[in-house]
Each structure stands twice: as structure tokens, then as C-alpha cells.
């Protein structure tokens, strides 16, 4: 017995309009002559024997045919001994001569081999056989295994030249996504496309927004996604980080089906880091507080560590095993006039930090009715309300449980919250991460509404206008508050509240006309011609007061009128296009394309506001040539090129001007400030991408392989321009500054590589094995920088000519200064003084006092040999981009189970491990790391002997990259240095995933049609020699990438579910 | 459907296609703020443009990170323990990532930027139809507080990049030191203008708190003083030049003194005639680097805050300080300094008046609560005093010094006229014979608290780097307790490293060298 959820979703495969088209196309109309006769029948699947609606029997030979009805049944006139062909989407053909039967019924086999898979290629579909570009897809099952709350996940490691790094772990989280490398200094992305509608202008609050947080997953037919100029120059200006078109179920001609699916399960936190409990905590503190320039740091209740607890576990405080569930249920079907699919869901999910949950209701409609024979017409509706706790990410409460003491206690006895009460004024006053988590309010609301309608309009055959016309409705909301408290000696003495609504409408209107005929049953021909428009507009309001009544009034209404402050804005940006599409192929063989663009936009000045976007393509499918036609372990061969240029708009709203905000002073009621530095001058992102590939199957499609090798280089590389201080101008927070122009700074090359193999490695009668493999290898250098040759400056990193961006720049640490021969070198072995840093010129005095180096200092490498430690001895510390990316899924099916196992790997990046800093630093007062005790330990080569004799100290763990604990902070040893740098690379088990499909006839009596039940483990295991919670650390900002600052980590994910379905 | 209406409904469509939006569909101008494109048409225009120089965020880090702690931690006159960056000035180990210097650096820019963009927005866009004088007045007004900015950073750096138009560093951002004494030149250029150009008085239209031509005259004369021993010695043209331009503010402005100093700081007196350039803070702005913060270094509890949040910092007088106050001199004492005792009748006065019960700290800048002030909003990051960078007494002192110039005493009616106006209002006795030491101990308590100290160290290190060093480190730059009036000095911070000559110049902040090698290199002479 066949899988038949797994079927129902084949036939969904490819979107019903494609079907329509090609059937369409097919059916030309000619005279037919002879004597005819009615042939009547049934067309089923075999995979459960239901009917097949919308079946198409056509003459061999001729273009004349006809579909089968509601009830799978046809009708049609034929001429004895002429060939009928019974086709349907995701079945394969089948042929049977007519011999004088009047009645043929035929039972389909399902096709394996998606031969006539359709890809979704903007403005209009093509089959997979045909595409040009360079184009991956994913399909329902990947996104159905994958059990993600956000459809990206389920992308990871599938798509090949596609990085996709989680921002934050918590639910709902932002996920950065990159094809084919960077293209931008600044934050870029590619082009998300819903059913033909471009996700833009949605109100975002709370910290960044993913645009896809709404999409229900099994709401998703298929994710094509576009990669290379070729492919994405389409969509112009738009499409130059790749364009990922997402493509929802919609109905198709069948019986009406139910579909209901539930999963429930839990989340965990995968790994703990080693802090010091707190007897280790109290040793440490009384080791160091004998150290030089300590001593005032007595703690009485530390006096005998042995005799202490473990003291509170922040960590274990913190997190929790987080339940979530979800419900969808889809209602879908049709006839040949209208098709209906209706589903709506509910997810809920908490996250695995206190104060963390993502909880999503949606609701889909798609509906298409072939309104008479030359209209169509048809829309997608999705309603959205997500409603979010943000609290643990915005007040930053993972950072906090690792900086808190173990001596801490969550609450003391009385109730009250724990906090420190030392009254040693140098600890520094840190809150109580669970109190923070759980008092704080951090709730966004989001409420969306994504339409669009269409209408097809056909001419005469192959002549077809699609009208479309969309609209993005989209409010959040964020409501703040922190209410007063006291934990221990701090005190917030006032409840602070604000909220921020925003709304924005996208509006777009798009038209455009196609063409297809094949000419001389030999040229094919499809031209396509269009004109787009958009508008977006949103609006803020803001507000916030202090000195709340009541904690359980926490509106802005609540607050001190008096501290009333409000902030409203609005904003609007328009987009125009014109674009045109030409693909021909000749005998099957040899298919071109050409793509133009004319893309106009309101953010540059007026002479920079229009652009020409462009591509070529061809394909050559080599299994259609002479000399491959009779090899039959070649079932498809086909060689790529392509070659475009896309411009990217980078920038912001009227980035060409300098505005002015209204402030108060002083001197007049009101003044008008000059906000930033505007740049008429600016100009889009050119890119010209050359692209070569190579697909191909065989082996009786049991090997299926796709491998892309490009190059792109982009010029005019935009960003705001990292200037030094004395430009008056920074980037983002500074107030004061001037906001930094956007300037054209440089040009950059991505290069790299990508391979996906599909195999059946096993194919038995009750057994299959399927592995899918994907390996991508980009290499991102920058070519030119326009800024005198300045580096641009990231917070730890370095963006230079020569190399790829956001390097990571710092000290090397070559250890401690641990014995005199580090300090005076020794004249006979040639080996000098280590170098110091130096203040006004001088280097610093190597001594046991303040303001001097002394043993247990680190020692930083020299670069340029000049004897002092000053900025010219930074040196590049490795990349934050990985080198490699791996996928690699593997399918089991046996009788009815099928088991699902997935990996992915990401090689060869650099992660700054920013917790460490204070966590290894014995001067801080923070909570430790258990590595700290590890700290350079001082001793007396005679004991009698002087302690700040630099002859008479020395190390004994001299081995050791911790610094001693002396109380001075001259040597700055915890400036930024490879000590902290490490190792990303990870192989993480993404996905194991179980399921059962019970047989069809036990169903069968208690009418159900198919029941499926699973189990799936995410983020099962992950191996890595990094120390921290993940490695995986996204970043909208190229320029600063690759920081672990505690940031929300991913979970790991039991999940159990069951889907059922119901038919006629 | 026919063929027909096919064709036309085709023909319909495609036309349809390829028509345009209306050509202004891309026009999208600013919807919420105004465009510098359509700005600076009108004398109400420029006005509204230098206005936002006198204050607000691009002056609050500054006041916050560096105005005391600079101007008076470092030179001696406070100090703040639990503060990193307080203590590496206490202990003269500042390094180039020290949290104040990168204030100051960066603030003083942020200052010079908008001055500058707004200097070159009047001088392209304004249109011939306002009044030459309006536009010239408020050139003025910016090139006066950028000269201020300069006068700040040749003090504290000598060489720096002199920065005049901010659109160029977006194409060459690598720009070289320039030589102190160009900066010093520009400052003069930059206020020589503002002095012709700012009208005399605070006339009808002259709005009260903007800068005039007396306020520009007397910072000339103390940057021409300042700048008179940068070549090693005074110089006499320069003294010349500061005794011209002090002593037309003495004489000529009608300004006086107020009577009660205590009042200056007071903020019913915000618009003092004494207060020649003061920051014109609105207590409104309550973010965080966007007001005044100085009530963040109060270390008085939360009776005399502003809403009801105590300070953080408790900022205090060091023991030299304190022992620089004689026994009479108790007017500029006690409202400078809260001792042990002090009864304060402004502070918390609905509450009945405040007595300090710390050791000692902080008290000008500290002005107490809402009530107090009689304001709506007030937090403690936006205090409505308008603290003054250039007061009148301050023109009189440099007068007096610049007719003293490189004598060793004098007797000069004028000098001891101003010399003495400034004691008498601190209750003190008149004197007939002036020196050198006696005007530096005169700044230094009229002025402590308001970062001057360490710009009269400076200026005295050009000429007298010896008995600048001394001074430094002569006193005891320690915290002390205080009970019955006897003061007992406590510990140091930290071991304070003995001061050189290199200690009057702050380093160039470190991230500032990497971004910019060239900063580290000679300075080169500045093309005027």
C-alpha cells in the first residue's frame, strides 16, 4: 500500500493554474476527419482507487482531447485504431490503442519521478525540465518533516547556496538568510514572494520582524527558490540577494477533503555552560581578595567555602522545558469551475527562557473559479494574529542569568526578590534574572492581512493577461512595562511603561500579458510582458509615562500624566516597473531566455531613480541529442549558462536629503535639528552575475544531481558610511551624531559553488532508502573600498580590501607574562623583553603597583616588533562566515513506516565568544566561568623574598590565557583578543522524524481516509568544539557578525502528531 | 466573448499596460520631518537652525561624561571613586579607550558637524530675500560655537583635524592633525566674525540666551589669552589682543555681575546677564544623552532629586580643593560644595530645606526637585539648569590676567577693578596688588565645578610647564571625611602615577588611531 498522504500532496504539486495552462496549451482545436466513434470511461489512481478529476485523454498524434469530469468519467469522439493518452499531473502517462472497445477504463500509476514537476519562476511557472536558471525547491514533505514554527528552518541545509543562520532561538525568531553570499555591507536579504505578492511593508515592533512568522507552514505547497541573475532579473531591483517564492495549497478538482493535523511536544535547552557554583564562587572570591589591591573584598559568610551550598543555578533558574502544540485544519476541493481551499491553525508555544511565547492563529482562503472560458479568476486571503512575549530577549534576561552570582538567591525568605546586598561598592549592581523574566512586560501584537485577487484573461490560446492586485494590511503593537522594584541594594524606584503601535499598507497592482505556441510542433515560444506598481505607507505612534499606580495598570493611562511623552511619524515609498520575459526553445533541445526590467523607485534622488535589470539564459538538454538518445542510464542532461545584471536599491527612505527633527531648547520653544547627512549622489548596487550548471539524472532516475558554479560581482556597493568620530557622524544609537550618510562604497565578489544529489539508494517492495545531499562554498572578497583606503570599522571587526567582509580584528595572546625572562629577555638564548603597551610614548613599568604591567598580565603579540602593545598590533582573528555548508537528509520508508533523518553542518567560521570576557576576568563581578579558576596563580621563587621584586615572582601555571587577579586594569586584558575567538563550525542532527501510515483498510471502516501518526526529534544533537550554548549565530548586519553576546539559543524539540483525512 | 470586443478589450490592456503611473507617482518627499531642501528660506528659518546648536544631544554626553570630570577631576578639584575613567584621571593613567576622553573627542565633533551643516546650509540655500544682518547673525551664532568646540579641543589635544565641511570626509574620511596654533587661528576667525556679526544686545528680536557680540568678544579674549603662551612664552600682541577684547566686554557691554552667587546657578536665573554662553537645556528632553545629566553626580538622596531618582555618582570635592577655601570665603564654598551640616532653604523647600548629612559633595548643578524649580518635567537625566560655559566673571579674570601678562605683579586700576568685583561679590576683601598665583587660586574657586581648572592648567603648561606639574602634583588628590569642621583626607583611588608634561595632553582615543592611522602621524599646517 501506498502512502497516500504522501500522493494527495504529489497531485497538489505544481499549483492547479500551471495545470489548467498546460492543459490548455495542449488542447488545440483542429478539424478531425473519418469515421468516429464514443469511447466512455473511468480514470483512477492506483494508489487508492479513487477517481481522478480533471484527467486528460488525449489523441495521439493530435491535439484534440478532453478532461474527465467530477466523477472521472470522459467522453470522447475517436477514430478506430487511433491512440488515446490518459494524463495527470504526478501520475505517469499511459497509452492504449483503440480497437473498437466503447468503454476503456484505466487505473493510473503514480509517477515517482516528477518528471513534469512545475517550478514557480515569477510571473508565470515553467516545468523543471526546462528551467534556464538556477532554481532549487523544497517541497510540502520537506516543510511537513522539518516541524518549524517559521518556514525557513525548513529550508536550512536543504537549498543548496543558501546559509541560513538563526538571529534568535526564540519562537517565532529572526532567521538571517543568504544566497550565494553577501552581496551588501548592509543588512540585505532576498525577496520573499507569497503567491505572487511581494512580502513588503509589514509594521514591525519589538526588535526585527520575520516577514514569515505569519505563514503557517502546512499552508505551504512548495518554496522555489531563485538564485542566479538569470533567474531572479525578473523581478529587477528586487531579486539580486535571490528572490524565494512561496507558493500556499490551493484546491484542486476533487472530492472534498478534511485534512485535520495536531502535534503537541516540548522544548528544551541543549546545552548548560559551566558556571561556578557557588562554593567554587567563594573560593575564588577568598583566593582573590588576598591578591594585590584587593582586600577590601572580606566576605564573612565566605569564610569556610566547604561548608556552603551549591548556591542558585541562574541557568537551571531560567530555563524550562516549554510545551507547544498546534492544530490545522484544511478544507479543500472543487469542481471544474471552482476549487476551494480553506484552513486555519492554531500554534502556540512557549519558549525555552522564562518570559518567552509565540503564540499564532491564521487562516487561509484560496480560492480560483474559471468564471466562463476565457475568465479566470481567483484570490489568496490570510488573516494572521500572532501574539509574542519578548520579554527574555529585549530584557536581555540570558545574558543576565549568566552575568548573576551564584550567592544570589532567587527570592529570600521573606518573599522578597534576591539581589545582592554587599555593601563592597565596587560589585556591580546586577539584576535578578528571574524576577526580570517573569515582572518585566515585553508583549507584541501582530495583525496581518495578506490578499490578492486575480483575474486571467485569454484572449485566444496561448494568449493570456493576469490582472493582479494585492494588498499587505499589517498592525503591531508592543506594549512595554517595568514595574519598580528591589532586588537586594538596587532599586528601580520607578514603573516605566510605553507603547508603540505602527501600521503599514502595501499596495500593489500588477499586470502582465503571455504568450505561448509552439510553432512547427518544433519552436516553443513564451513571451511575457508586464508593468508593475507599488505604494507602501506607514505610520507610528508612540508613547510612554512613568510612575505607575498600580502594577496591575500598566496602560499608558496608568502613568504620571505629567511624564507624558509621545513620538508620531509617517512614511510612504513608491516603486514602478516595467518588465519582459522571452523563453524559446528549439526542437526540445536548445532553450533560451531573456529577461529585461525597468525599475523606478522614490528613495533616490531624481536623476538616480530609474534602472535597467537584465539576463540571458540558455539551456542545452544534451539527453535530447542524437548521441545520448539511445544511452538509457541518461534520462536528463542539461547544461546552464546565464549571465545578468540586477541593481540592488540600498539605502533608506529619502536617503538623498538631510531632514530635520524638531527639537526643544532652551532658547525658542522649538529648534529644527539637523538629523543626518544626506547623499544625492547615491546610486543602486550593481551586479553582474555570470552563472554555469549542469543538471542531470540517471540511472532510471534513481540519481538525480543539480551543480551550479558562480560569480558575482558587485559594484557600488551601498551602506552608511562608518566614519570616524571626528565626522560628527555614527551609525545607529549616538546621540548627538548625525546620522551617517549612505555612500557607494566599494565593489565585491562572491564566488562559490553549489551541489545537490538526490539518490534512491534502495527501492524494494517494502523497503526504500533516499538520500538527498547538498554542499555549498562561497568565497565572499572585497575588491575596492572607496574610502581612502580606510577599513570599515565593525565593533570587533575590520572590513578590508582583499578579504572577505567583517573580519574579525584583535590582539594575539601569547600567554602570561609568568617569569622574569618574559620581562627582560635573556641577552644569551637571544631572546628579548615581551613587548608592553605604553602610555604618551613610554612603555609601562613592569611592577606590582598601579598603573604598571606585572606577572599574570597577558602578553600580546607584537606585530610590528617595535617593543610596544599599541593599536598597530591588531591583526586579523578569522572570518565570521562559514566556509562550507552541508545537508544531508536520508528517507526510510519500510511497509508503513518512514523515517526521516537530517543533518546539517556549517564549516569553517569564526564566533567571538563575547560572554567570556566578563566571565573569565577575575576583576569583574560578574558571574564565572569554571574555567577562571584557572587564573595565572602568582608564587615567590623564595618565599622570605620580596612579593614586588620582579626577580624574585614567577607563575606556576604558566600555560594559562586567564590573567592573574591582581586589582589593575593597566594591561587591559580584556581588550579584544583571539583568546576569545573560536571555532563555529558544527554538524547539528536538525531533524529525526518517525511516522506510521496506518492501511487503507482498517480506515476503510471507520471512514477515514488516511491517518498518519509521527514523532520528531529537532535539533537532537549537534557536535562542536565551540563552548558555548550554539554556534549558529545570525546577523542581519555583515559587518558585525559572528557575536555571541547570550543570545537566545536554539532548543531542542519532541514533537508528536497525528494527521488525519477525511473524503467523499 | 466576440472577436471583436476581444480585440478591443486586448487593445485596452495593453495599453493599459504600458501607461505609466502619473510621472510624481516616485516623488515621495519627507512626511514627518522637514527636508534641509525647502529649509533656511526665511530669518525665522535660521533662527529655528542655530537655536538647536545651544543644547540637546549633541552637548548632553559631553556635560555628561566629561564637562567635571575633565575640567575637574583630572585637574584636581574633585574626585569619584567606582568610576574607571573618573579614576584613571585622578591617577593620571588615562588611556586612549578612557570612557571621558572619548566623550569629549567625539561630542566636541558632533558639536562642530552641526554647526558646520548648518554654516554651509545658510551659506547655500538661503535665499538673497533675508536681511544680510540675519544671515550673518546667524553664521555667527554657529561659527561662535563651533570656535568654542576648536577652543575645547586645541586645549585638551593640541593638534587635531580642523573639520569644515562634513560631506567631504564621506568620499576622503582620512583626514591629518593639524598644527594647534591653525586651531587657534581658526577659533579667532570663527569668533572675530561672530563678534562683528552678533548684534551688541539682547534686543526686542534678539531672543534672550542666544549668544551676543559681547559673548563672543569675551571668549576672544580668552582664547587670545590662551593662546598668547602657546609658543613657549607670552606673547605681547596676543595679551594685546585679550586685554582688547576682555576689556570691551568689561567696559562697554552694561553687563554686571549679578549681587548673590549663589543665584547664578540658580534656575529662575537662567538667563542671567552673566551667563555670556550657557547650555540651553529643556528639561523636557528626558532621554538618556539627550539632557543635562549632571544630577546623575549629586550626592544627595532622593528629597532634592529631581523625580523622586537619587544620583548615582556622589562627585566630591578633594582635600586640596577643600583646603583652597579660606575661612572666609564661604559664599562660593557653599555653593559649590555641601559640607557635613550645610542647610540648604532652596533645596526640597516644600519639604522644609535640606541638610546635608554626607561628608561632602557636590552642590552647584545640584538644584533639587520639580517644585523647587518650579517646572512640570524633570527626571535626573534632564535638569532644567542652563549651566554657563562663559560667565562675565570669567572675561573679568582674563582681563585682569591679560594686563598682568608677563609682569610679575601689578597694580593696574583696571585689572584690580574686575580682580576685586569678583571678590567683593564672594564676600571677600579687596586687594591692591595682583599676581599670577592669586588670579589662578581666584579661577579656580570662582570657577570649580564648571570645568575651567584644567583649561587654566592647560593654558599655564604653554608658558610655565614646571609650575604647571607642580600644581598637579602638589596637592592631595584624595576624597576626606569631615565632622566639627576638620577634614581627614582618606585613601587614594588608586596609586596616582606622578603627573609630566605629557599629562596635558589626552590621548587620541584608541578606536579613533585605528580607523585612522594618519592621527598618529605629524601634524600638518591647515590650508585657510
Known sequence: ?1064 | MKLKSNIYYLALAVAGLFASCSKDFLDRAPLSEISTENFYQTTSDLKLATAALYAGSQWASWTYNSYLTIGDVMSGNMVLGYNDDAVQLNTFSVTGENGAVIANWGDMYKVIAHCNTTINSINEKTPESVPEADKNAALSEARFIRGYAYYNLALLWGDVPIIEDNNTLTTSPLVSLNLVNDVYQFVVNDLTFAAKNLPAAIGSDWERGRVTSWSAQGLLGKVYLSWSGLSGERNQALLDSAKLYAGNVCKYSGLELMDNYADLFKTANNYNDEALFALRWDPSVGGWLEGNMLQIYSSGGTEISADGQAGWFSIMPTYDMFLQYSADDTIRRKATFMLKGDYYAELNAAGGGFTYTGDAGLKKHIIGTKKDNNVSIMTLTSSAEHNALLRLADVYLVYAESILGNNETTTDADALLYFNKVRTRAGLETVVSLNADALLKERRIEFAAESQYWPDLVSLSYYNPQKAIDLLNGGERVNFSYSDGVATPGDPFGEITPATINSFKLPIPSSEITANPKLSKAPVPYSF
Not at chain 1, 569556610?304 to 548556591?311: R, S
Not at chain 1, 511623552?565 to 531573456?594: A, C, P, Q
Open chain 1, 1 to 1064: 500500500m501506498k502512502l497516500k498522504s504522501s500522493v494527495s500532496i504529489k497531485w497538489l504539486h505544481g499549483g492547479l493554474r500551471c495545470l489548467i495552462v498546460i492543459v490548455l496549451m495542449n488542447l488545440f482545436v483542429l478539424p478531425a476527419f473519418g469515421q468516429k466513434i464514443s469511447i466512455t470511461g473511468v480514470v483512477k489512481s492506483n494508489a487508492d482507487g479513487t477517481t481522478l478529476i480533471g484527467a486528460t485523454i488525449h489523441i495521439k498524434g493530435t491535439t484534440s482531447g478532453t478532461i474527465t469530469d467530477q466523477n472521472g468519467a470522459y467522453l470522447l469522439q475517436v477514430e478506430n485504431g487511433e491512440t488515446l493518452v490518459f494524463s495527470y499531473i504526478g501520475f505517469e502517462p499511459q497509452e492504449i490503442k483503440v480497437q473498437g472497445q466503447k468503454f476503456i477504463d484505466i487505473t493510473l500509476k503514480e509517477d515517482t519521478k516528477s518528471v513534469d514537476e512545475v517550478v514557480v519562476i515569477g510571473y508565470g511557472s515553467v516545468k523543471r525540465k526546462d528551467v534556464t536558471g538556477s532554481v532549487s525547491s523544497v517541497g510540502s514533505d520537506d516543510i511537513r518533516q522539518s516541524q518549524s514554527v517559521t518556514i525557513e528552518q525548513s529550508l536550512q541545509g536543504r537549498i543548496p547556496g543558501m546559509v541560513i543562520q538563526q538571529v534568535s532561538g526564540q519562537p517565532g525568531g529572526d532567521v538571517f538568510v543568504q544566497i550565494h553570499g553577501t552581496t551588501g555591507f548592509s543588512a540585505s536579504g532576498p525577496l520573499y514572494v507569497l503567491d505572487g505578492v511581494e512580502l513588503q511593508g509589514i509594521a514591525s515592533v519589538g526588535g526585527g520582524t520575520n516577514p514569515l512568522a505569519g505563514i503557517n507552514p502546512s499552508d505551504i505547497e512548495s518554496i522555489d527558490v531563485l538564485k542566479d541573475a538569470s533567474a531572479t532579473a525578473i523581478y529587477g531591483s528586487k531579486g539580486t540577494d535571490g528572490v524565494i517564492i512561496i507558493t500556499t495549497k490551493r484546491g484542486r478538482i476533487a472530492p472534498p477533503k478534511v485534512e485535520y493535523q495536531f502535534s503537541t511536544g516540548f522544548q528544551q535547552l541543549t546545552k548548560k555552560l559551566p558556571v561556578m557554583n557557588l562554593r567554587e564562587y567563594a573560593t575564588f572570591v577568598n583566593e582573590r581578595n588576598a591578591g594585590w589591591g584587593w582586600g577590601f573584598d572580606t566576605r564573612p559568610e565566605f569564610s569556610n567555602p566547604k561548608y556552603l551550598g551549591k548556591g542558585t543555578d541562574w541557568q537551571d533558574e531560567l530555563f524550562r522545558n516549554a510545551p507547544s502544540s498546534t492544530h490545522t485544519l484544511t478544507v479543500s476541493g472543487g469542481d471544474a469551475r471552482t476549487q476551494y481551499l480553506l484552513s486555519g491553525a492554531s500554534q502556540s508555544e512557549e519558549g525555552i527562557a522564562l518570559g518567552s511565547k509565540f503564540d499564532r492563529i491564521s487562516f487561509r482562503l484560496n480560492l480560483d473559479n474559471k468564471t466562463t472560458d476565457w475568465l479566470k479568476i481567483g484570490t489568496s486571503l490570510q488573516l494572521v494574529n500572532i501574539d509574542e512575549n519578548k520579554n527574555s530577549t529585549n530584557s536581555s534576561v540570558i545574558r543576565s542569568a549568566l552575568e548573576q552570582t551564584p550567592d544570589i538567591e532567587v527570592t529570600n525568605a521573606d518573599g522578597s526578590w534576591g539581589g545582592s546586598s554587599s555593601t563592597v561598592g565596587w560589585v556591580a549592581q546586577k539584576v535578578n534574572p528571574y524576577a526580570i523574566a517573569l515582572i518585566n512586560k515585553d508583549k507584541v501584537n501582530r495583525k496581518q492581512v495578506f490578499g490578492n485577487l486575480y483575474a486571467e484573461i485569454t484572449f485566444a490560446k496561448g494568449l493570456v493577461l493576469r490582472n493582479e492586485a494585492a494588498i499587505n494590511f499589517s498592525m503591531a503593537t508592543e506594549d512595554v512595562y517595568e514595574p519598580s522594584y528591589t532586588m537586594g541594594n538596587l532599586e528601580k524606584l520607578t514603573s516605566e511603561g510605553s507603547s508603540e503601535s505602527k501600521q503599514g499598507v502595501y499596495t500593489s497592482i500588477k499586470n502582465y500579458i503571455t504568450y505561448s505556441h509552439l510553432f512547427a510542433a518544433k519552436y516553443s515560444l513564451t513571451a511575457m510582458a508586464g508593468h508593475e506598481a507599488s505604494l507602501e505607507k506607514s505610520e507610528r505612534l508612540y508613547a510612554s509615562r512613568t510612575g505607575y499606580v498600580s502594577d496591575n495598570v500598566n496602560v499608558i493611562d496608568g502613568g504620571d500624566p505629567t511624564t507624558a511623552i509621545n513620538e508620531g511619524s509617517k512614511d510612504h515609498k513608491s516603486s514602478e516597473s516595467y518588465f519582459g520575459r522571452l523563453n524559446v526553445g528549439i526542437n526540445d533541445k536548445y532553450l533560451i531566455t531573456g529577461n529585461i526590467r525597468e525599475d523606478g523607485s522614490s528613495m533616490y534622488a531624481e536623476n538616480n531613480r530609474w534602472i535597467l535589470s537584465y539576463s540571458g539564459a540558455m539551456a542545452w538538454k544534451l539527453n535530447n541529442e542524437n548521441f545520448l538518445k539511445g544511452v538509457s542510464k541518461v534520462n536528463e542532461l542539461k547544461l546552464r549558462l546565464g549571465y545578468g545584471l540586477t541593481n540592488r536599491q540600498a539605502g533608506r527612505d529619502y536617503v538623498y536629503t538631510s531632514t530635520l527633527a524638531t527639537v526643544p531648547t532652551g532658547v525658542s520653544t522649538t529648534a529644527q535639528l539637523t538629523q543626518n547627512v544626506g547623499n544625492p549622489d547615491l546610486e543602486w548596487e550593481q551586479t553582474k552575475n555570470s552563472s554555469i550548471g549542469l543538471d542531470g539524472t540517471f540511472f532510471n532516475w534513481r540519481l538525480n544531481f543539480a551543480v551550479d558554479f558562480y560569480l558575482k560581482r558587485t559594484n557600488g556597493l551601498a551602506m552608511q558610511a562608518s566614519l570616524p568620530m571626528y565626522s560628527g557622524t555614527a551609525i545607529g544609537y549616538s546621540p548627538g551624531s548625525l546620522d551617517a550618510p549612505w555612500v557607494n562604497v566599494g565593489s565585491m565578489e562572491n564566488k562559490g559553488f553549489d551541489i545537490r544529489i538526490s539518490t534512491t539508494n534502495i527501492k524494494g517492495k517494502d523497503f526504500t532508502w533516499k538520500t538527498d545531499m547538498t554542499i555549498s562554498r562561497n568565497i565572499n572578497k572585497v575588491l575596492k573600498l572607496n574610502t581612502d583606503g580606510a577599513p570599515i570599522m565593525g565593533d570587533y571587526s575590520k572590513t578590508v580590501v582583499g578579504r572577505s567582509v567583517g573580519d574579525f580584528y584583535g590582539y594575539v595572546v601569547e600567554g602570561v607574562f609568568s617569569s622574569s625572562v618574559d620581562v627582560y629577555g635573556d641577552e644569551e638564548k637571544g631572546i628579548k623583553p615581551h613587548a608592553r603597551p605604553s602610555k604618551n610614548g613610554e612603555i609601562l613599568l613592569f611592577a606590582n603597583a598601579s598603573g604598571s604591567i606585572w606577572y599574570g598580565d597577558l602578553m600580546y603579540k607584537d606585530m610590528d616588533g617595535n617593543g610596544i602593545i599599541d593599536e598597530n598590533d591588531q591583526t586579523y582573528l578569522g572570518s565570521p562566515v562559514p566556509k562550507v555548508q552541508l545537508g544531508l537528509n536520508n528517507t526510510f520508508t519500510y511497509k508503513n513506516f518512514d523515517l526521516n533523518v537530517f543533518f546539517n553542518a556549517s564549516i569553517g567560521n569564526k564566533v567571538f565568544n563575547q560572554l567570556r570576557v566578563n566571565a573569565e576576568n577575575p576583576i569583574s563581578s560578574y558571574g564565572y566561568f569554571r574555567s577562571l579558576s584557572n587564573y595565572a596563580k602568582l608564587a615567590l621563587i623564595d618565599s622570605e623574598g620580596s612579593d614586588s621584586d620582579p626577580y624574585n615572582v614567577y607563575v606556576t601555571n604558566s600555560d594559562t590565557d586567564i590573567p592573574g587577579v591582581r586589582n589593575d586594569q593597566t594591561n587591559e586584558n580584556t581588550r579584544f583578543s583571539d583568546k576569545y575567538i573560536e571555532d563555529g563550525s558544527f554538524v547539528r542532527c536538525k531533524n529525526i522524524s518517525l511516522g506510521y501510515t496506518f492501511s487503507e483498510n482498517l480506515l476503510k471502516m471507520a471512514h477515514i481516509n488516511s491517518l498518519r501518526v509521527f514523532t520528531s526529534v529537532t535539533n537532537a544533537f549537534i557536535i562542536t568544539k565551540y563552548s558555548g550554548m550554539d554556534p549558529e549565530i545570525g546577523s542581519w548586519d555583515p559587518t558585525n557578525a559572528g557575536i555571541d553576546n547570550g543570545f537566545y539559543p536554539q532548543s531542542r524539540r519532541f514533537t508528536f502528531g497525528v494527521n488525519i483525512t477525511l473524503s467523499k
